[in-house]
T-cell receptor
Framework: GQNIDQPTEMTATEGAIVQINCTYQ??????LFWYQQHAGEAPTFLSY????GLEEKGRFSSFLSRSKGYSYLLLKELQMKDSASYLC??????????????FGRGTQLTVWP | DTEVTQTPKHLVMGMTNKKSLKCEQH?????MYWYKQKAKKPPELMFV???????INESVPSRFSPECPNSSLLNLHLHALQPEDSALYLC????????????FGSGTRLTVV
């Protein structure tokens, strides 16, 4: 089976740094994605990791450790507009489920002024 | 063109109606997906088309009928839906089923009355 775990809610203040963790246990692995989703809108792509290490893109960074089944999304210099749900998703590399994304439940981040 | 376009954005239908959701992309992507998302839940995969052929059906009830007329278009035909089918329906595409990230459309907010 597939199990992807991330915290349900987090809060932080404007200008701060927040780290959203994701742990996964899946029967196949072909990359881990982070998406941002504002209420009532579609998910938008933030980052992709397939090899161990840190990927940095502006205020957002994502880290992956395949041996530990662990990833985190780091958001720096938080802004009010960063209040959203953050979805961790693992892509399968197996046969009939090839390419399928398995999503975690999402972490609702609230940024306070 | 780097978008996935979904129409309509909102749809209200009765339980005896027949309606269709439409999804279009012109990025040359050969894999297309339908996801269903309930409030405060992650997206759930419904169908995957790869090279215009249905490759994954996640045991979706027959009242949902997908169709892929060509490599740019994906439809979801709806008939005799139930109120619990009310959700955000998301279309996504990727270059191929096994590789690359998804691009999501903005979704259709469906309400069944």
């Amino acid at each position: 089976g597939q199990n992807i775990d991330q915290p349900t809610e987090m809060t932080a203040t404007e200008g701060a740094i927040v780290q959203i963790n994701c742990t996964y246990q899946t029967s196949g692995f072909n990359g881990l994605f982070w998406y941002q989703q504002h209420a009532g809108e579609a998910p938008t792509f933030l980052s992709y990791n397939v090899l161990d290490g840190l990927e940095e893109k502006g205020r957002f960074s994502s880290f992956l450790s395949r041996s530990k089944g662990y990833s985190y999304l780091l958001l720096k210099e938080l802004q009010m507009k960063d209040s959203a749900s953050y979805l961790c998703a693992v892509r399968s590399d197996r046969g009939s489920t090839l390419g399928r994304l398995y999503f975690g439940r999402g972490t609702q981040l609230t940024v306070w002024p | 063109d780097t978008e996935v376009t979904q129409t309509p954005k909102h749809l209200v239908m009765g339980m005896t109606n027949k309606k269709s959701l439409k999804c279009e992309q012109h990025m040359g992507h050969r894999a297309m997906y339908w996801y269903k998302q309930k409030a405060k839940k992650p997206p759930e995969l419904m169908f995957v088309y790869s090279y215009e052929k249905l490759s994954i059906n996640e045991s979706v009830p027959s009242r949902f009928s997908p169709e892929c007329p060509n490599s740019s278009l994906l439809n979801l035909h709806l008939h005799a839906l139930q109120p619990e089918d009310s959700a955000l329906y998301l279309c996504a595409s990727s270059q191929s089923q096994g590789n690359y990230g998804y691009t999501f459309g903005s979704g259709t907010r469906l309400t069944v009355v």
